[in-house]
Antibody, heavy 121, light 110 residues
Framework: EVQVVESGGGLVQPGGSLRLSCAASGFTFSSYAMSWVRQAPGKGLEWVSSISSTGSSTYYADSVEGRFTISRDNSWNTLYLHMDSLRAEDTAVYYC??????????????WGQGTLVTVSS | QSVLTQPPSVSAAPGQKVTISCSGSSSNIGNNYVSWYQQFPGTAPKLLIYENNKRPSGIPDRFSGSKSGTSATLGITGLQTGDEADYYCGTWDSSLSAWVFGGGTKLTVL
């Protein structure tokens, strides 16, 4: 059974940092691109970042470019999102999602349950 | 303001058919595959349609997708109260080098 499980969310002050993790199982992690998608309270889905299967290509939304870094460890079947200089508008549930392809773009066929990040003083 | 435009809400009676539109441009829908997602409150999105009109295993054929030019449409037939959810379209935007979602459409089954 394919599973992706996020962790690492929590309350952080504006300007702070946080690292999200996504543990993958049930599929060959190194063969698929992965993405982070977020959803602010009461709002729609917003794509954050994607990474190719090998990690050689990364993409970011303008809203997080230069502040967030996506990475992956194919030995540990884990996806990461390192978030710096956090702002109140980064408050959201962050979802980890598996793409159907090795590279972006592609549809996301499996999603985690999400982890809540709250940026507030 | 989303790059892809969806109606905020649609409604129909049980057993009826409903369509949800997703309008974009040549840099996104016009030249890339569209996927559709269903989301119930408090839960993760679920893939309904990929590559414009393909259904993942386990998705009933009541759900269908189509694309024409710079617009895409999700169709749901035989509506059930359990279909009440938010629906999002998504695609790659080649000009932005970014994945984009529509603003979402809330389906009400009256």
């Amino acid at each position: 059974e394919v599973q992706v499980v996020e962790s690492g969310g929590g309350l952080v002050q504006p300007g702070g940092s946080l690292r999200l993790s996504c543990a993958a199982s049930g599929f060959t992690f190194s063969s698929y691109a992965m993405s982070w998608v977020r959803q602010a309270p009461g709002k729609g889905l917003e794509w954050v970042s994607s990474i190719s299967s090998t990690g050689s290509s990364t993409y970011y939304a303008d809203s997080v470019e230069g502040r967030f870094t996506i990475s992956r460890d194919n030995s540990w079947n884990t996806l990461y999102l390192h978030m710096d200089s956090l702002r109140a508008e980064d408050t959201a549930v962050y979802y980890c999602a598996k793409l159907m392809t090795k590279v972006t773009p592609g549809a996301c066929d499996y999603w985690g349950q999400g982890t809540l990040v709250t940026v507030s003083s | 303001q989303s790059v892809l435009t969806q109606p905020p809400s649609v409604s129909a009676a049980p057993g009826q058919k409903v369509t949800i539109s997703c309008s974009g441009s040549s840099s996104n829908i016009g030249n890339n595959y569209v996927s559709w997602y269903q989301q119930f409150p408090g839960t993760a999105p679920k893939l309904l349609i990929y590559e414009n009109n393909k259904r993942p295993s386990g998705i009933p054929d009541r759900f269908s997708g189509s694309k024409s030019g710079t617009s895409a449409t999700l169709g749901i037939t035989g509506l059930q109260t359990g279909d009440e959810a938010d629906y999002y379209c998504g695609t790659w935007d080649s000009s932005l080098s970014a994945w984009v979602f529509g603003g979402g459409t809330k389906l009400t089954v009256l």
